[in-house]
């Protein structure tokens, strides 16, 4: 078996020279704790991961495991070949780090608000959320948020992104976090990671959300189509239909919420009429899912697991809705701007003019390119 490149000595004592330097540059004189936690948890991924054909010669590698690391590779391909995302070392090496998620993400909110807290950071700028290789840390910083009286969702990730900036090093790993995920999942969450090395709008986490969304959605139907067998796509197809609907019904409770909230609207209930309003729309959305979901099993040949929309759900409240307008708002504008590189690009890759689109929008002031997207509004969604 090859060594692993971060273990040998030199390169060793060069990344955690690379770490504590990051972390002095990054940290400052302030949250030294936090942005150490970040480098160490980052160091310990990285030093975990060995190059996929490595595991693929382990005799003790499950043969599961080794099945679905050559999807993953015939994935990174495609990625690659047919969606012009980038050709470099991300999602060619795995780790297993022995835990659920990779990190834990806290995001926070006002009781009467769906605009998320933002914490910014020197390199990445402002972000809606702030994440922990810990859970424990998570779950204390989600206790202070929630002593100040605002209210706090707490969820695991199963990836993230460095934004092509440790390519160097290896780049971004596949993980135990998410490499059994079923082909069409597995295909979307390294579609959407890669699409945010194309282009990263500082202080903007709905437009590099929503447009990697965006990117995941048609990528992920262009595999399908390709190279999906029936039964692939039938779960596919299924998977679809059910993401769909949840987010409809999820929309549809964060327009209600948003019109209770909205501080220029008609004042014409007390606080405390609000706080009655919105739990009422809080059990109209539960009693709304689980309508849907009976529907589900329902119509499924075979009981379904449905615990990450149950968890979801139960824990539903502004901070979790705030956050997850970030990956779906700005989708159906993105992929309207896809469909028009497509047609004025018949004959060369609409992947490539339309990122030289995003990455143009990405660098124009937040208000003009909210403006920009709004005019592609009223274009017909091909999402799924």
Known sequence: MRENFLSRPGVKRCWVAFCVVLTVVLAG???????????????????????VDDWLGEPEAPLALK??????QRIRRFAATELALPDNPSYTRYADIKRSAVVWNVVAAPELSLTVKTWCFPVAGCVGYRGYFDEAQARAQAAELKAQGLEVSVYGVPAYSTLGWMNWIGGDPLLNTFIHYPEAELARLIFHELAHQVAYAKNDTMFNESFATAVERLG???WIEQYGSEAVKRQFNANSERRREFRALTQATRKALSGLYDPEGPDLTSRNEKIALKGAAMETFRSHYARLRAAWQDASPAPLNLSGYDTWVANANNAAFGAQAAYDDLV????????????LSPDHSPWLAFYDSVRHLSQLPE???RKALA????????EK
Do not use: I
């Open 67 to 72: 099945r679905q690391l050559e999807l993953a």
């Open 29 to 51: 004189c302030a949250d030294v704790g936090y942005y150490l936690q970040s480098a160490q948890g980052h160091m310990g991924v990285m030093q975990a991961a060995k190059p």
């Open 367 to 369: 208000g003009e390119r």
């Open 332 to 343: 159906p504008q993105f992929e309207a701007l896809f469909r028009q590189n497509a047609a």
């Open 375 to 382: 005019d592609l509004t009223h274009s017909k969604p091909v």
């Open 220 to 222: 992920g139907n262009r």
